[in-house]
């Protein structure tokens, strides 16, 4: 009676520890599925590019990510070892089985992106000083007269325009048939004026008008024709 109790008793003992074996086993198995995720080469790439350029040292220097069997190869180049070294640590992502770095240690690394904007910067800057001297000698060539105390363009068209005022405000020139021709500054008078002091005066008019460097005075005096 004892020896069948005990039996049993290890009988049930030995399928509850198989039970227990073949649950367990189960249960990993079931866990390895869960966790066995499928990562492709392009998914790698993406991840191992997004690690580096978070390195705020490495998001300027020159490298290149290349992906196969999920074997990551960085070319280009760095400024330092120390950059080297990181660029490899960032580049063991999930999914990676291997990192193969070839980057190059070049301190003028990133100085080419600067070089590149500076060229870029100092382009525009020319061209906009081109433009600038253009307008400049442009408005340099309308002013070239001079300009007069209110701020206008001192031209023939201006000087003859002054000197008619003039004229016409001058008591001793009343009656008088003046024609005024100006040209390259140099003023010329012509027709009739009714008196030697009006000739005179119309030349004196003419003389201090702003921007005038001659006078040739041929006008007549005696009675407008």
Same mark, same amino acid.
């Given at each position: 009676?004892?020896?069948?109790?005990?039996?049993?008793?290890?009988?049930?003992?030995?399928?509850? %520890?198989?039970?227990?074996?073949?649950?367990?086993?189960?249960?990993?198995?079931?866990?390895?599925?869960?966790?066995?995720?499928?990562?492709? #080469?392009?998914? !790698?790439?993406?991840?191992? #590019?997004?690690?580096?350029?978070?390195?705020?040292?490495?998001?300027?220097?020159?490298?290149?990510?290349?992906?196969?069997?999920?074997?990551?190869?960085?070319?280009?180049?760095?400024?330092?070892?120390?950059?080297?070294?990181?660029?490899?640590r960032?580049?063991?992502?999930?999914?990676?089985?291997?990192?193969?770095?070839?980057?190059? !240690?070049?301190?003028?690394?990133?100085?080419?992106?600067?070089?590149?904007?500076?060229?870029?910067?100092?382009?525009?800057?020319?061209?906009?000083?081109?433009?600038?001297?253009?307008?400049?000698?442009?408005?340099?060539?309308?002013?070239?007269?001079?300009?007069?105390?209110?701020?206008?363009? %001192?031209?023939?068209?201006?000087?003859?325009?002054?000197?008619?005022?003039?004229?016409?405000?001058?008591?001793?020139?009343?009656?008088?048939? %003046?024609?005024?021709?100006?040209k390259?500054?140099?003023?010329?008078?012509?027709?009739?004026v009714?008196?030697?002091?009006?000739?005179?005066?119309?030349?004196? %008019?003419?003389?201090?008008?702003?921007?005038?460097?001659?006078?040739?005075?041929n006008?007549?005096?005696?009675?407008?024709?």
């Amino acid at each position: 009676m004892y020896l069948s109790k005990h039996i049993l008793a290890t009988g049930l003992a030995a399928v509850v %520890i198989l039970g227990g074996g073949l649950s367990s086993t189960a249960y990993a198995a079931q866990a390895a599925a869960k966790t066995s995720v499928v990562v492709d #080469d392009s998914t !790698i790439h993406d991840r191992v #590019d997004a690690a580096i350029k978070a390195q705020p040292t490495l998001k300027d220097q020159d490298i290149d990510v290349k992906v196969e069997n999920k074997v990551v190869t960085l070319t280009g180049s760095v400024q330092t070892a120390a950059r080297k070294a990181r660029a490899a640590r960032a580049a063991h992502v999930a999914g990676v089985t291997r990192v193969v770095n070839e980057l190059k !240690i070049d301190p003028k690394a990133d100085k080419n992106v600067v070089e590149r904007t500076g060229s870029a910067t100092a382009g525009a800057a020319a061209t906009a000083g081109k433009k600038t001297g253009e307008a400049a000698k442009t408005v340099g060539e309308k002013t070239k007269d001079g300009v007069s105390e209110t701020g206008e363009v %001192i031209t023939d068209a201006w000087i003859n325009t002054k000197i008619h005022t003039n004229m016409m405000n001058e008591p001793t020139l009343k009656g008088s048939d %003046i024609n005024v021709d100006v040209k390259d500054h140099m003023v010329t008078l012509k027709g009739t004026v009714a008196s030697a002091a009006g000739k005179a005066r119309a030349e004196e %008019i003419a003389k201090s008008t702003s921007g005038v460097t001659m006078v040739h005075n041929n006008l007549v005096v005696g009675p407008k024709k």
